[in-house]
Each structure stands twice: as structure tokens, then as C-alpha cells.
């Protein structure tokens, strides 16, 4: 049952965030944590998850790098990004997505509200393949 | 000319002008070559002339008193005009008498009769009484003409007498017109003399006192002076008197009218009195009180724009006579020169003194100006902003010190050097050019690199507009921004982080009040959430508390202190217990005296400051590590330390970690939340408490905050 599970990574430094993403996803999804960008980085590489939750202010490598690099993975590029910043204000967000993100939430968010993206972006995703498979077809 | 000489004067005296060396000559030759006896004689003797051969019969004749008496009687009844022979002693004379200019000559013209009388010529020795054979031998030496002949002759010589006298008359009169020229070409050159002197001296007194020299000397007068009129007290004094009593003469004032300088003062007119002791306008009194006899006088007004200033007055003839009506015109011309001389005199004066005042006022003007340069250009040189000016052809005009520095300008003096030597950056030399067209400011940011550190300058470029209306030249202030910018950007960073640090410990409060809304969850998971609740929401409550306190310090409220005794392990157990498990990848450890004290401190402020230190251990070492709370007592101190083994701090930061808003610049620190704003605060509240701290740190090996507080017992 557990294999049938969503694999999230989730990356945040301040702890109890790091805790509240958690308790807020890991009833539905797998989740695995990181504390900075490069540990999120080398955690996707290795779980290949269905998802990557980034907050964008981290130590050593932050949010908006870490997804840059794995955009650029061939590896990882197709995984998708969801920033999660306390940074709201427009020129945050427009680098937020300059990035490669395909998601933005603003901290402090509401776990109903984040679930309902996270299942957004899996719906995407899966409208996607279905598009691929059908043209293959 | 000739009318002229017509006009010459009656008192011309005929008999002296007579030219009697011209006349002799005749008289000679009509006796040698035809043996003509002539004599002439003016009736008043002055004339005597007589012929050698005429002479011996005359003087013969005339060398007894009978014989001259005889001869004399026959000159008496010559009338004018009047011309008649007369036989005499056996001799023929003709006699005529001419006049000329009122006075009469005698002409005798004499031969010997044609056939000698002797016994005529024994009777008028006999009347005579003189020796007959002589006589009669005197008189047989003369020629014999016909009487026709002779009247001829005579009339011929009459005429030639006249001739003679006129001829000297007129070239007496030609010698005086030319005496007169002489005089008149004198006065003229007196008065230039007088016109150059006034426009060649200012000094009045010297002027015309050379003025009246020349007068006396060109009128041969003894003495002279000039009188001004004192208007306020109607009196005349002395300005200037020559002569030989000038000292006592110019103790002396007139009254208006009194004397002949004080009627031509008050009426305005010439005046010539050839002897005053006949006017009765003539003023004794002068002549008294200087000793000085006055005979004669001319006297003229001084006029300035027809306003009689004064009098001059030339006095005595000198050897006697009258001044003639010709010199008054002379020394009213003099005069007139002598009132030019006055009022240029004045006019200088004024002049001077407005000359004086305007050199006076150009004198302070030009002080002022310099005062007022000097001080625009210490102005200018201490001026923090850098100035450079330059004129139109982009010569460098001023530049200031600042302005030297920014540019790199050594090695002398910039003034006058090409702005493209000075300044590098083309873009702002263009600046400089574009203000100079539009006339108009422009404004532009630039940044110089000073010492090792980049500046930003505000740069405002305005053209110098002269006096006409047209750009002189430009001036470049250069104003250094870089702090403003640095603050600015400060400003922007605190907010954005504000925003950032109060956002994130909202994020688990909001998450988990959410979750416990609307999850089932149960106990366990209840009281962990509450727990993160609480935490979060004290970890906010200090950020706000942090925010408040730094805005109360900025609004100069300052913070102000609750003291209690508060046992300071106690304390420091507390805030232990707060962090332990704050951070999986941290271990925090408590190091506390072993006897405790309990001094007098603002509990929650100490909390605060712990905090804060214990947060920035956390936040700075990323990696994790140990954190080190320690504290100890001295005899008068309480000291804290928070020591971690995170990214230490940079020596060149280590001045400014305790400033406000100050965050360090670096990579890795910019990737950790933080408003700058927990060290100012934790310093300014144990300076509230009289303590310090400081810091002890190695770049990337920790850092370690040392605090002290001094004890004070409650």
C-alpha cells in the first residue's frame, strides 16, 4: 500500500515547518525531508519523487537554485516544483518561476489549500502522460 | 594802416620823432653840390639844424645879441604857410614855416645875392656889431641864383621837410603799432600762460597767484590781487595778493560795496580809476592798514556762469601814468581765465573728494569681493561634496579638494588644465558639454572607486550663467551616496526580511492550528502541535517584541527596565529549556557556576538577549554543531557567553555586526533569514543594564558572544 503512495520531497530549514509539511501531506503521500537545497537535490536523485517542495530561503543551497539544478537534470527535469517562500512579493514569485518552479505558495499556508495544489499539479501531470500516450497511439 | 596813421594820436610829439640824421643828409647835399645855406628850427627848439656854408654868414651874424636879435625878430614874422624872400644885408632868404601834428617849424634857405650890397652889408654889421670884412666875406661865399630859382628850390625843400617829417612820423607810428602788437601778443601769451597754468596745477592758491604775476608784469603794475566774495557774511577777502604788503593785505575783508573792489563786486562792471584820490568810492582804510599808497586801479569781476564770485584788481602804473581801457578788456579775459581756474578748482575738489570716495568705496568694494571670493572658496574647499567647474572651452576653472581626490588629481594645480585630463569617464564629460547647450541641470548617478571601495555619487551638472544671460561654463557637486544607498538598500532588505521572519513562524502556527481543525487527530498528535503553537508563537511574540523595542529605541523613547532580583541560573535554565530541542541537528549545552547568585536585572529583557543570541547561534551554523551556554561570576560582574561552530564572522564585519539593520554580505548569509535588528538590540539592552559585550569569532570556525552585566544586589 505504502508503494502505491506519492513520493514528495520536501526542503526547509526552520524545522517546524519542515514538520508542519509533513504532517500535512504525509497522510496521503510518502514524504521525505531535506533542510537545504543541495540535500533536497541529492534526496530527489535518489527517490525520484513525484514532487519537490521547496522553500526558497534555505542555508547552503537555497530554494531557487535547487530547482534550477534540477530542471537541468535530465534526471530530475521532469519533476515538478512547488516554492514555498515567506517571500509574497511579485519579483520573488516572478523568480520563482524564472527558476523552472511550477507552483508557488506563500508562507503561511493553509495545508487544505496546499493539498489542493499538490493534487492540481499530479492532475496536470497525469493529464499529461495521458496526452503522450494517446499520441503514441 | 594808412588810416591808422591818421589816427594817430595828437600827442605825438613831431619834433622828437623828427629823424634828423636823414635830414642832415639833404641839408648836406644841397649845400655841397648847388651851395644852399638850410636851417630849420622847431619853435620849440628841439630842431636846430643849419648848413656849413649857410652857417658861417648865420653864425657870423648871429654871434652878437643884436645879430641874433636881428635874425630872431625876422623868424617871428613868419606866419604859416606863409613864404616870402627877403633881402637882407645884401643876402636872399627865403623863409617858410610848415606844421606838423600842432607843432611849427622854421625853414630858411639862403643864397648869396647877385650883386653883394656892401654897404648893406656894413649896416648890419654895424647894427649887429659884428666885424663887416668878415662878415661881408661870409656872405660873398655864397652862390648866386636868380630868386625864381631859388623859390623853387625852397619849395623843393619845404616839401622834402615834410616829406621827412612824415615819413618819421609814420615810421614812429608803424614802431609803435608794432610796439602795441608786441604788447598785445605779451597779453595773449599771458593769457595762454595763465590757460596752460590752469590746466597744469590744481592749486589754486599757486594758480593765481602765477595768474596775477603775469598780469602785473605784462600791465607793469605794482601790485595786484584777487578777492572772493564770502556770500554768507556779503564780505570780500583776499584769496590771493601779491605785491610788497601781501601779508598785511590778506588780514583785510571788505564789505560788500566798500571800497573799488566792493563796487565791482556788487555791480558787476569794470572799473578803471586812474587816480583814486578823485573817486570817492575808493576805500582808504586798505591803504592804511598796509601802508601801500594806491594811485591807479583797474578792476574787474570774477564771473562763474554769470555769478560775480569775486574781484581782481591790478594797482599803480608802474613809473607812473594811467592803465589804459585796452588792459581792462585784457584783465577781464584774465580774469575769466582766473574764474575757470576758480571753479575747476572747485570742480577738482569736488571731484577729488568724489574720486577719493569712489576709491574709498572701490577700495571696500574690492575687500569685500575678495572677503567674499576667500570665503566662497573655503566654502567651496570644505565642502564634503566635490566640486568641479569648468569655462566654455572646458578648461578646468575650480575644483575642490573632494573633487581632487575622487578625480585622482595630484601633482599640482588643476585649474586650467582640459577637463578630458582630469576626468576619464567620457559619458560624464559629456555631462558637462550637454548643460553648457541646454542650460539646464542634469542629474545622473556615477560611481569612483576610492581606495578599494566603490562610491556612488549623485552627480548634478548645471551651467554657469554669466551676467548676460550666457553659459560661462559648467558646474559638476558631486554628492557621496553610497551610505544613503547602503541604507537605503538596508532599508528595502529589513523589510523584505521583516516580512520574511514574521512569516515564518506563522507558517507551522497557521499549518498546525489548521490541522487540529480539521484533521481527527489525536491526543499525542494534539499536544505536539499545541507545543510547536506555542513555541512559534513565542519565537513571534519576541520578533515583535524585538520590532517594538527597536522602534521605541529609534523614536529616542529608549527602553526602559523592570529590575527584580533574579536568580541568575535559574534564569539560565530556563532559556535552556526553551531551546534544547529546538534544532535536531544541534546540541545545546549548559555550563552554570555551580553557586548561583541572584543580582538585580530586567528579567524578560535578559531572556530577550539570550534569545537572540541563542536564535543567531542557531541560524549561523547550519551545519549544526554544538551550542555552548555559559555562565560565571567575578567579584563584580555577571558574564554570559553563546558560543557556536557556524560560519564565524569576517574580520572586516566584525566592526558593524552590532548595527543596526546590519547584515554581512555574503552568500551564505543572504540564504539565512534574518532583519538585523537581534544584536543592536541585545547590546543596547545590556548597556541598559551598564554591561557590554562582545565578540570573539573565526571566519567559518563559530563565533562566540561574551556579555557582562554588573551585579548589583537587590
Not at chain 1, 32 to 47: D, H, K, P, W
Not at chain 2, 122 to 128: D, G, H, P
Amino acid at each position: 500500500m505504502a508503494d502505491l503512495k506519492k513520493k514528495i520531497v520536501v526542503a526547509d530549514d526552520e524545522p517546524f515547518i519542515l514538520s508542519a509539511l509533513q504532517d500535512t501531506l504525509s497522510d496521503s503521500y510518502s514524504v521525505t525531508t531535506a533542510s537545504n537545497g543541495a540535500e533536497a537535490i541529492r534526496l530527489a536523485q535518489r527517490v525520484m519523487p513525484d514532487l519537490i517542495i521547496l522553500d526558497v530561503m534555505m542555508p547552503e543551497m537555497d530554494g531557487l537554485d535547487a530547482c534550477k539544478n534540477l530542471k537541468r537534470d535530465k534526471l530530475t527535469s521532469t519533476i515538478p516544483v512547488i516554492l514555498l517562500t515567506a517571500k509574497g512579493q511579485i519579483t520573488d514569485i516572478e523568480k520563482g518561476f524564472k527558476s523552472g518552479a511550477d507552483a508557488y505558495v506563500v508562507k503561511p499556508f493553509s495545508p487544505a489549500r496546499l493539498i489542493e495544489k499538490v493534487e492540481e499539479i499530479f492532475e496536470k501531470v497525469e493529464m499529461r502522460k495521458k496526452i503522450m500516450e494517446d499520441k503514441k497511439k | 594802416m594808412a588810416e591808422e596813421i591818421s589816427q594817430a594820436p595828437a600827442s605825438i610829439d613831431s619834433s622828437k620823432l623828427f629823424n634828423i640824421r636823414v635830414w642832415e643828409g639833404i641839408q648836406y647835399k644841397f649845400a655841397k653840390d648847388l651851395g644852399i645855406a638850410i636851417k630849420v628850427m622847431s619853435e620849440d627848439g628841439k630842431i636846430n639844424t643849419v648848413e656849413s656854408n649857410f652857417s658861417d654868414f648865420y653864425n657870423i651874424l648871429t654871434s652878437t645879441e643884436e645879430g641874433k636879435k636881428l635874425c630872431e625878430i625876422n623868424h617871428e614874422n613868419i606866419d604859416r604857410e606863409a613864404r616870402f624872400i627877403t633881402l637882407y644885408a645884401d643876402c636872399v632868404y627865403y623863409c617858410a614855416t610848415t606844421y606838423f601834428y600842432g607843432k611849427k617849424f622854421n625853414i630858411f634857405v639862403g643864397v648869396k645875392e647877385r650883386v653883394p650890397n656892401e654897404l648893406l652889408v656894413k649896416e648890419l654889421s654895424e647894427k649887429a656889431g659884428v666885424d663887416y670884412s668878415e662878415l661881408l666875406a661870409a656872405y660873398k661865399s655864397q652862390t648866386v641864383f636868380s630868386d625864381e630859382r631859388l623859390i623853387n628850390i625852397a619849395d623843393l625843400i619845404v616839401d622834402l621837410f615834410n616829406i621827412v617829417i612824415e615819413l618819421s612820423v609814420q615810421e614812429y607810428i608803424t614802431h609803435m603799432a608794432n610796439k602795441e602788437k608786441e604788447e598785445e601778443i605779451a597779453k595773449m601769451s599771458a593769457l595762454m600762460d595763465a590757460s596752460i597754468i590752469i590746466n597744469s596745477t590744481r592749486n589754486l592758491d599757486l594758480l593765481l597767484k602765477i595768474i596775477m604775476q603775469s598780469a602785473e608784469k605784462v600791465m607793469q603794475a605794482e601790485a595786484s590781487s584777487v578777492f572772493l566774495i564770502d556770500s554768507e557774511r556779503n564780505e570780500l577777502f583776499f584769496e590771493v595778493a601779491t605785491g610788497p604788503k601781501e601779508a598785511e593785505v590778506k588780514k583785510i575783508r571788505l564789505k560788500m560795496g566798500e571800497g573799488i573792489a566792493g563796487w565791482v563786486a556788487y555791480t558787476g562792471e569794470s572799473l578803471l580809476v586812474s587816480d583814486v584820490s578823485k573817486d570817492p568810492r575808493f576805500a582808504r582804510r586798505v591803504d592804511e592798514q598796509t601802508q601801500f599808497i594806491t594811485r591807479s586801479v583797474i578792476c574787474v569781476p570774477l564771473k562763474v556762469r554769470n555769478q560775480t564770485i569775486g574781484v581782481v584788481q591790478v594797482l599803480n602804473k608802474i613809473g607812473g601814468g594811467s592803465f589804459s581801457k585796452t588792459e581792462i578788456k585784457f584783465l577781464e579775459a584774465l580774469a575769466s581765465q582766473a574764474a575757470i581756474a576758480i571753479e575747476n578748482a572747485n570742480l577738482y575738489e569736488h571731484l577729488e573728494e568724489r574720486a577719493e570716495q569712489l576709491n574709498k568705496d572701490l577700495k571696500n568694494a574690492n575687500l569685500n569681493l575678495s572677503i567674499e571670493k576667500l570665503r566662497i572658496e573655503s566654502i567651496v574647499q570644505s565642502m564634503e561634496d566635490a566640486v568641479l567647474a569648468v569655462n566654455r572651452e572646458k578648461k578646468i576653472v575650480m575644483v575642490n579638494r573632494i573633487a581632487e581626490r575622487i578625480f585622482s588629481i595630484d601633482g599640482g594645480r588643476a585649474e586650467g588644465r582640459p577637463l578630458e585630463d582630469v576626468v576619464k569617464i567620457a559619458d560624464l564629460r559629456d555631462n558637462f558639454t550637454t548643460v553648457l547647450a541646454v542650460k539646464n541641470i542634469t542629474k545622473t548617478e556615477v560611481k569612483f572607486t576610492m581606495g578599494n571601495k566603490e562610491h556612488i555619487f549623485a552627480a548634478v551638472f548645471a551651467p554657469i550663467i554669466d551676467e548676460k544671460n550666457e553659459a560661462a561654463g559648467s558646474v559638476a557637486v558631486f554628492r557621496d551616496i553610497t551610505e544613503i544607498k547602503e541604507l537605503d538598500k538596508m532599508k528595502s532588505e529589513f523589510l523584505n526580511m521583516v516580512s520574511h521572519e514574521l512569516r515564518t513562524p506563522l507558517t507551522p502556527i497557521q499549518a498546525y492550528s489548521e490541522l487540529m481543525m480539521v484533521r481527527n487527530v489525536d491526543n499525542e498528535k494534539v499536544k505536539k502541535y499545541a507545543d510547536i503553537i506555542n513555541r512559534e508563537t513565542q519565537r513571534l511574540g519576541a520578533l515583535i517584541g524585538d520590532l517594538l523595542d527597536l522602534s521605541r529605541i529609534d523614536a529616542g523613547k529608549g527602553l526602559s527596565l523592570a529590575l527584580e532580583p533574579v536568580d541568575m541560573n535559574e534564569l539560565m535554565q530556563t532559556v535552556y529549556e526553551t531551546f534544547k530541542n529546538a534544532s535536531a541537528r544541534h546540541k545545546i549545552i549548559l555550563t552554570l557556576p555551580e553557586k548561583s547568585e541572584i543580582i538585580l536585572v530586567d528579567k524578560n529583557k535578559i531572556i530577550q538577549v539570550m534569545t537572540n543570541l541563542l536564535s543567531n547561534a542557531l541560524k549561523y551554523s547550519p551545519e549544526g554543531g554544538e551550542i555552548t551556554i555559559k555562565t560565571w561570576f567575578d567579584d563584580k560582574m555577571f558574564y554570559g557567553s553563546v558560543k557556536d561552530q557556524g560560519l564565524g564572522i569576517a574580520e572586516e564585519d566584525l566592526g558593524r555586526i552590532f548595527d543596526k539593520f546590519y547584515r554581512v554580505e555574503s552568500e551564505k548569509v543572504k540564504k539565512i533569514g534574518g532583519t538585523g535588528i537581534g544584536l543592536p538590540i541585545v547590546k543596547y539592552i545590556l548597556e541598559l543594564h551598564n554591561g557590554n559585550i562582545r565578540v570573539i569569532s573565526e571566519f567559518n570556525k563559530g563565533s562566540e558572544f561574551v556579555f557582562n552585566i554588573p551585579k548589583v544586589k537587590p
